[in-house]
């Protein structure tokens, strides 16, 4: 695979659609070097907790997608699937631009690992990058099947998700069609769409992990009975979520009198309650100033 410096807003051939999550958030990546890349999406209202900053869920979509890149770059003809992810911030992005920059840091036979850097950005180039907090991945290297997606020889150095009519006018957790079921047990559905599908027809990476989040915020906050949002996220993903509903389950382990610490499971309802995720949400006081 080589990098010819164009620009394109796709991944692969007819991935991902018009319709999705990667185009509605506006989302834009590039990669200067082969092992090293950069993500960024603007700050909207849409993206954001009732307390003004973007969710960490939405954070780790960006780290989710940029290591995807990364790693499809490294071991072409090869393909791949998320394995484990954290997350780690020290405050909510309420402004700008988030960005990620990240680099592969080994390459095996059989995982790939991925760092990542996040920073709050302005729309003003001369403003220097504030850090934000930090991410890694692991992902699994799997052998290329027929079925996999076609990936152009000559890879895009810049890759634009948003194109003309794209973008958030609500919510995004009412976009993509995130029902609460039991705030207290941090129980929520998600139907399957090809909005938040991923390459493998499974539900996107980054979506699992905002499933995540909000549940884990969710259930710590009445746990704690005060408003919580969550800071780090480590999402252990153990299958592929293809049916749906989707839904999750959250139980508060520890409380301290401004941070809470929370189990969530993520399971594919349709596929007999199969386990696809389970991670761990911290939540602090929420900002509310």
Same mark, same amino acid.
Request: aromatic share 4%; net charge neutral.
């Given at each position: 695979m080589t990098e010819d %410096? +164009?620009?394109?807003? $796709?991944i692969a051939v007819g991935y991902p659609p018009q319709r999705h999550i990667l185009r509605d958030l506006q989302i834009s990546l590039e990669f200067p070097r082969k092992r090293r890349g950069r993500v960024s999406a603007p700050v909207v209202p849409a *993206?954001?907790?009732?307390?003004? =900053?973007?969710?960490?869920?939405?954070?780790?979509?960006?780290v989710d997608v940029l290591g995807g890149g990364l790693v499809v770059r490294s071991i072409y003809p090869d393909w791949l699937a998320t394995s484990n992810l954290s997350v780690y911030t020290r405050r909510p992005v309420?402004?700008?631009?988030?960005?990620?920059?990240?680099?592969?840091? &080994?390459?095996? &036979?059989?995982?790939?690992?991925?760092?990542? #850097?996040?920073?709050?950005?302005? @729309?003003?180039? /001369?403003?220097?990058a504030e850090s934000m907090g930090s991410a890694t991945m692991t992902f699994s290297r799997l052998p290329r099947r027929k079925t996999t997606m076609e990936i152009p020889n000559e890879s895009p150095g810049k890759i634009v998700f948003g194109t003309e009519g794209s973008g958030l006018s609500r919510s995004f957790l009412d976009e993509i069609g995130l029902q609460v079921v039991d705030s207290v047990a941090?129980?929520?559905?998600?139907?399957?769409?090809?909005?938040? !599908?991923?390459?493998?027809?499974?539900?996107?990476?980054?979506?699992?992990?905002?499933?995540? #989040?909000?549940?884990?915020?969710?259930?710590? @906050?009445?746990?704690?009975? +005060?408003?919580?949002?969550?800071?780090?996220?480590t999402i252990n993903?153990?299958?592929? %979520? +293809? *049916?749906?509903? *989707? !839904?999750? +389950?959250?139980?508060?382990?520890?409380?301290?009198? #401004?941070? /809470?610490?929370? &189990?969530?499971?993520? *399971? $594919?309802?349709?596929?007999?309650? !199969?386990?696809?995720?389970?991670?761990?949400?911290?939540?602090?006081?929420?900002?509310? =100033?």
């Open positions: %410096g +164009k620009t394109s807003s $796709d *993206i954001c907790t009732e307390h003004g =900053g973007v969710h960490v869920g939405i954070v780790a979509t960006l309420t402004s700008g631009f988030v960005t990620a920059r990240g680099s592969v840091l &080994r390459t095996g &036979r059989t995982t790939v690992v991925v760092e990542v #850097d996040i920073f709050h950005e302005t @729309s003003d180039s /001369a403003m220097l941090g129980v929520l559905e998600l139907e399957m769409s090809a909005y938040v !599908r991923n390459s493998f027809h499974a539900l996107q990476g980054g979506v699992v992990a905002l499933l995540t #989040d909000v549940a884990g915020q969710q259930a710590a @906050s009445v746990a704690a009975g +005060k408003p919580m949002t969550t800071r780090d996220l993903y153990l299958a592929q %979520g +293809k *049916i749906g509903p *989707i !839904r999750t +389950k959250a139980s508060v382990i520890r409380t301290t009198t #401004d941070t /809470a610490l929370t &189990r969530v499971e993520v *399971i $594919d309802t349709g596929a007999n309650n !199969r386990l696809l995720t389970v991670g761990m949400n911290t939540a602090m006081l929420a900002e509310t =100033g």
